[in-house]
């Protein structure tokens, strides 16, 4: 399983950006799928995940609970993370993931810098 995340860039606080995640390389609709960041110097963390095993339900860190809204497409291995309110804190790399018979898979991550 291969994912590209794209729509990562430079935004002012405040702004927003949608981040798209495609998976390809398996004929399979990928149950659980998510996004992660990793901050200069920090640990990864969790953003948000969707499953659709369950209705599509989602879940999502508490720091981003009203600005962030993770959606997928229902055909497709995609994803998508539309920030809203962006602030300074949330620059990092974001990664799409997702995991399958045991696997966990990781896209090469897009950067996404807000400046103050």
């Known amino acids: 399983v291969q994912l590209q995340a794209s729509g990562g860039g430079l935004v002012q606080a405040g702004g927003s950006l949608r981040l798209s995640c495609a998976a390809s390389?398996?004929?399979?609709?990928?149950?659980?799928m998510g996004w992660y960041r990793q901050a200069p110097g920090k640990q990864r963390e969790l953003v948000a995940t969707?499953?659709?095993?369950?209705?599509?339900?989602?879940n999502y860190a508490d720091s981003m609970k009203g600005r962030f809204t993770i959606s997928a497409d229902g055909a497709k291995n995609t994803i998508f993370l539309q920030m809203n309110n962006l602030k300074p804190e949330d620059t990092a790399v974001y990664y799409c993931?997702?995991?399958?018979?045991?696997?966990?898979?990781w896209g090469q991550g897009t950067l996404v810098t807000v400046s103050s």
């Open positions: 993931s997702t995991s399958r018979l045991g696997v966990n898979y």
């Open positions: 969707i499953n659709r095993e369950s209705g599509f339900s989602t």
């Open positions: 390389g398996t004929v399979f609709i990928l149950s659980h």
